[in-house]
């Protein structure tokens, strides 16, 4: 399943749309450390989280990630935004928990 | 008793994220420039660059006290200030064994090179040194203390990698010798929340990165001498001896 094919299953909205928007998702991980997801999440992953530091911008980059799932309505702040242009990052958010939104999401492409 | 200008984190080049600039001449140099009497050097997870930065300010006159900026395993950025370079040494090897390596990717974290007195580079780190250590903040806090060392959790304030945004509060049974903050309106927002907090002492640092932050944000010590045993009865409170910042100074 594509990104944007998530994004629309989900009704999740794009925050940010990046440059792997149209890319298959190779599956999911959900962490609110940045260090857990710098240690053990793989390349091409969503990642789920509540964090909305201008780190997880980075992070999600440095991994290359699918796209970042900012859950519980949490929006990112100006910089993050404007790290997540910059890194051209998908951004999603939902207004679901971590705990559903990863339900939901291992249901549909685990 | 004597008032000391005081900066008490600042990192070097080493940090990923701190500058090229900051070289240990050049932290000399601006600190002496801004009027500090003393310094600490807090890289995060490491102590490498300290012992040069010390050597230089020890013939300049400017006191610099060994302090490494520790990840925790809560993603909690905890200051040890260390009474010598042997404890710093010591405290390293606990830090080297238990950090959790992930290479450093320099174009995308930044570089973590160190250098000599001439500013050639001698060494690179490999690993990403703000990764966190696979210790809590008790086991760390207890570490610290065992080795003589002050425990300060990091830039409080801070929304993240701060011990009350990782936690969501301050344990009350951790051993903290004082709390560092950086902005006054946002820890006072944080003393009216959790009234514990008020009993512990505070100051302010500048948590440099770049040289021109050098001296920011200082604090006052209050002592007959800058030395570490005077720095660790100032963030007691005893024998006369106090530490004050932006909030408190008169």
Not at chain 1, 82 to 89: G, L, P
Not at chain 2, 49 to 68: A, N
Request: proline share 5%; charged share 20%; with cysteine.
């Amino acid at each position: 399943m594509k990104v944007q094919e998530l994004a629309d299953k989900l009704g999740m909205e794009v925050i940010c749309r990046g440059a792997r928007f149209d890319e298959q998702i190779r599956g999911g991980y959900v962490s609110d450390l940045l260090s857990d997801v710098m240690g053990h999440a793989d390349e091409g992953q969503v990642w789920i989280t509540l964090q909305v530091h201008r780190n997880v911008i980075a992070v999600a980059a440095l991994k290359e990630l699918a796209a970042v799932v900012l859950t519980s309505g949490i929006l990112p702040d100006e910089q993050t935004l404007s790290q997540a242009r910059e890194e051209q990052v998908t951004v999603l958010s939902t207004p679901l928990s971590s705990f559903e939104a990863a339900g939901r999401i291992y249901a549909l492409i685990g | 008793m004597t008032r000391f200008r005081v900066d008490l984190h600042i990192h070097t080049l080493l940090s990923p994220c701190g500058d090229l600039q900051m070289s240990p001449s050049a932290i000399v140099e601006r600190s002496l420039a801004a009027g500090l009497h003393a310094i600490a050097v807090c890289d995060h997870n490491t102590t490498l660059q300290t012992p040069l930065v010390e050597e230089l300010g020890r013939r300049r006159g400017l006191q610099v006290f060994h302090g490494v900026e520790i990840t925790t395993r809560e993603e909690a950025h905890c200051v040890a200030l260390l009474p010598d370079a042997q404890a710093a040494a010591e405290l390293q090897r606990f830090i080297d064994a238990h950090i959790l390596r992930i290479p450093n990717n320099p174009e995308r974290l930044g570089d973590q090179v160190w250098v000599n007195q001439w500013e050639q580079i001698v060494g690179e780190v490999a690993w990403y040194l703000p990764s966190p250590l696979d210790r809590s903040v008790e086991q760390t806090a207890d570490e610290v203390l065992r080795l003589g060392g002050l425990f300060i959790p990091a830039h409080i304030d801070r929304p993240a990698n701060s011990l009350l945004g990782q936690l969501g509060f301050m344990p009350a049974w951790l051993p903290v010798w004082a709390v560092e903050y950086n902005h006054p309106e946002r820890f006072g927002v944080l003393l009216e929340a959790d009234p514990a907090l008020r009993a512990k002492t505070a100051y302010t640092a500048s948590d440099a990165h770049f040289l021109s932050q050098i001296g920011t944000n200082p604090s006052w010590l209050d002592a007959p001498a800058c030395t570490f045993e005077d720095l660790a009865m100032a963030m007691a409170g005893t024998q006369g001896r106090g530490i004050i910042s932006c909030r408190t100074e008169p």
